[in-house]
């Protein structure tokens, strides 16, 4: 595996770890890697992974995973940030978990296919961000940024 792939995947594994044990983290300091990887994803070659069968988690148990590593996200108003109770849900809501549960799921199919192919694991990166993570963490990152 060549080094920049190698570096690549040593921040996927960081980011991956942090959302999954948040690993002494603030919501601030989360915003601040997600924004530094969706940058450096951004920046790689487009291509499409050749693999017949992506490895996929399940969803409830990865999601309840991170909501025991950051209890304090929930839902929040997509156009400021600022977290929201049930009592006063807008029109549009971004659900913080479902955010970080969907990355986590598509950083941990990038980081299954690096077992087998570096390619193939970078070319999964920067698809799936194109394709879906990258809204996520666009749309979290400044609520994340709120909590502080």
Same mark, same amino acid.
């Given at each position: 595996m060549e080094l920049e792939t190698a570096v690549m995947l040593v921040r996927v594994r960081r980011v991956h770890a942090?959302?999954?044990?948040?690993?002494?983290?603030?919501? /601030?300091?989360?915003?601040?890697l997600l924004s530094d990887l969706r940058r450096e994803v951004?920046?790689?070659?487009? /291509?499409?992974?050749?693999?017949?069968?992506?490895?996929r988690e399940a969803y409830r148990?990865?999601?309840?995973?991170?909501?025991?590593?950051w209890p304090e996200l929930g839902f929040?108003?997509?156009?400021? /940030?600022?977290a929201l109770s049930l009592c006063d849900l807008p029109a549009e809501i971004g659900d913080a978990l479902d955010d970080l549960?969907?990355?986590?799921?598509d950083l941990g199919t990038a980081l299954a296919l690096a077992d087998t192919d570096g390619a193939d694991a970078l070319a999964w990166l920067r698809w799936s961000?194109?394709?879906?993570? /990258?809204?996520?963490?666009?749309?979290?990152?400044?609520?994340?940024?709120?909590?502080?």
């Open positions: 942090a959302l999954l044990d948040r690993e002494g983290l603030t919501p /601030g300091a989360l915003a601040d951004q920046a790689l070659p487009f /291509g499409v992974p050749d693999a017949d069968d992506l490895p148990d990865l999601r309840a995973s991170i909501a025991g590593a929040y108003d997509p156009a400021t /940030g600022r549960t969907d990355l986590a799921l961000h194109d394709s879906h993570w /990258g809204n996520h963490v666009q749309d979290v990152t400044p609520h994340l940024r709120w909590l502080g």
